[in-house]
């Protein structure tokens, strides 16, 4: 699987932005997708992750988005994507969109990554 974020960009605090990844490979639906991040001089952190099956689609979220960021996934597109609404300086960071075989918070569960796009929220 290979993976292209993208949709970075600078935004006012209290806006609203969307991140796309897309992903290429056949298997792509059968990947839990998720999205991390990394701020300056800090460890890479995870945002939110997605997961589907057959019938449904499963979200989990790290405590600082929940409310505010959606994952979604579009398997016929390869694609995910990250609404991000009300938005903080403190969400200024590189994110990272990630495909890995099982439901993790953990970035090395995750064997596969885009390259990085940075969000910037001035306040």
């Known amino acids: 699987v290979q993976l292209q974020a993208s949709g970075g960009g600078l935004v006012q605090a209290g806006g609203c932005w969307r991140l796309s990844c897309a992903a290429s490979g056949r298997t792509f639906s059968s990947y839990v997708m998720g999205w991390f991040r990394q701020a300056p001089g800090k460890e890479r952190d995870f945002v939110a992750a997605i997961i589907t099956s057959w019938n449904a689609a499963n979200t989990y979220y790290a405590d600082s988005v929940k409310g505010r960021f959606t994952i979604a996934r579009d398997n016929a597109k390869n694609t995910i994507f990250l609404q991000m609404n009300s938005l903080k300086p403190e969400d200024t960071a590189v994110y990272y969109c990630?495909?890995?075989?099982?439901?993790?918070?953990?970035?090395?569960?995750?064997?596969?990554w885009g390259q990085g796009t940075q969000v910037t929220v001035s306040s």
């Open positions: 990630a495909a890995g075989p099982r439901a993790s918070m953990i970035d090395s569960d995750f064997s596969y």
